[in-house]
Every structure is written in structure tokens, then in C-alpha cells.
């Protein structure tokens, strides 16, 4: 008789799971009976909440992508109109997005997409998002606040993947980018 209730704290187990294996694996290498017996329950069940392991890492992600928004809204939300660049880039660089098993997934991420439609799906989904976000934030700052995004964004993702592999963290990371989208400005 299954426990009424349980699905949803199941699932969240296996999420975190499943992070905190590829974190310390740090790769996909990572069994189903692996991440199912660091959340405590069978593999069975592991199988019946997700399908396989490349579902249970896309819901990891998922819920990645979901803190890591739930940073870019509290930022807006705590900025006034003209520093909503700032909070942005902020954000991105908050100490949520550079625990190591977080990291790690992250990364594996990237690798995912490359080959798995449904990772390059979520991926496609967090850059257009950042890149809205960028666009809006440079509106009336700018004349041409597409490209400006578009570089902002490679240099985000540039800077955190360098930030992320030197394992120095992330000190000084958001002021170079916010330095950066400073002086794109005063050229634009």
C-alpha cells in the first residue's frame, strides 16, 4: 500500500540525490541504485518517480534552474528600476549557484546538452530567459541593448565556468562582469 503523501518528498530526495552524487562523482557516471540509495529508497522506485537516470538528472536540473530564478526575482524584487542590470548579474553569482555539487551539475549540464534534446531544451530555456532579462534591464540605457545582452551573457557564463573550474570561487566575479556591462555602456 504506497503512503499518501510521499510522492513529492520521494522526488525531492531523489533530486537532491542525484546532485549531491554527480557532485561528488563529478561526472554523469552515476548509477540509478546510487542516487536511489543515497535518498534512501530502492532503485525500483527511483525508476517508477523518473524513468532512468537521464530524467532524474534533467528534474536535478530543474530545480536548479528553478533556485536559480527564484535568486534573479529576489534580486529584481529587492532593486530599484535602474539597477535591475546589476541585481541580474548579481544573481548569477550568488554562493546558491557555486555550491560544488551544484557545479558539478552544471557542468555536466553543458556536456548533456551537446547530445540529450531535452537538456539542450532547459538550457535553451535558461539562456533566452537570461537574455530577456538583460535586454530589459538595458532598455533605455542603451541603443542597441541586444547585443549588449548577448555579450553580457557569454561573459556570465564565461566568467562562472572559469570561476567554477579555478575553485578559487566566485570573489570578485560579479563586479568584473558588472565593471564590464558599465563600460559597454559608456561605449554604446
Known amino acids: ?11 525531492a530526495a531523489l533530486v537532491t540525490a542525484t546532485v549531491e552524487a554527480i557532485g561528488d562523482a563529478g561526472s554523469l557516471d552515476v548509477t540509478v541504485g546510487q542516487i536511489a540509495k543515497r535518498a534512501g529508497m530502492s532503485s525500483a522506485l527511483a525508476h517508477h518517480y523518473f524513468g532512468g537516470k537521464s530524467q532524474i538528472f534533467l528534474a536535478a536540473m530543474r530545480h536548479i534552474l528553478t533556485e536559480y530564478s527564484l535568486e534573479v526575482r529576489c534580486a529584481l524584487a529587492n532593486s530599484p528600476a535602474d539597477r535591475r542590470l546589476e541585481a541580474i ?17 552544471w557542468l555536466n549540464f553543458y556536456v548533456l546538452a551537446q547530445r540529450d534534446p531535452e537538456a539542450m ?8 530567459r537570461l537574455r530577456s532579462n538583460l535586454v530589459h534591464a538595458l532598455r533605455g540605457r ?8 548577448d555579450t553580457l551573457a557569454a561573459l556570465i557564463d564565461g566568467v562562472f565556468l572559469r570561476a567554477a573550474l579555478s575553485g578559487n570561487g566566485i570573489s570578485g566575479a560579479a563586479d568584473c562582469v558588472i565593471n564590464t556591462a558599465h563600460a559597454l555602456l559608456r561605449k554604446g
Open 1 to 11: 500500500m504506497p503512503k499518501i503523501g510521499q510522492e513529492p518528498l520521494r522526488r
Open 89 to 105: 548579474i548579481k544573481a548569477n553569482f550568488a554562493e546558491s549557484c557555486f555550491q560544488s555539487h551544484t557545479i558539478s551539475a
Open 121 to 128: 531544451r532547459l538550457l535553451t530555456v535558461y539562456q533566452h
Open 142 to 149: 542603451t541603443d542597441d541593448p541586444v547585443d549588449i545582452a
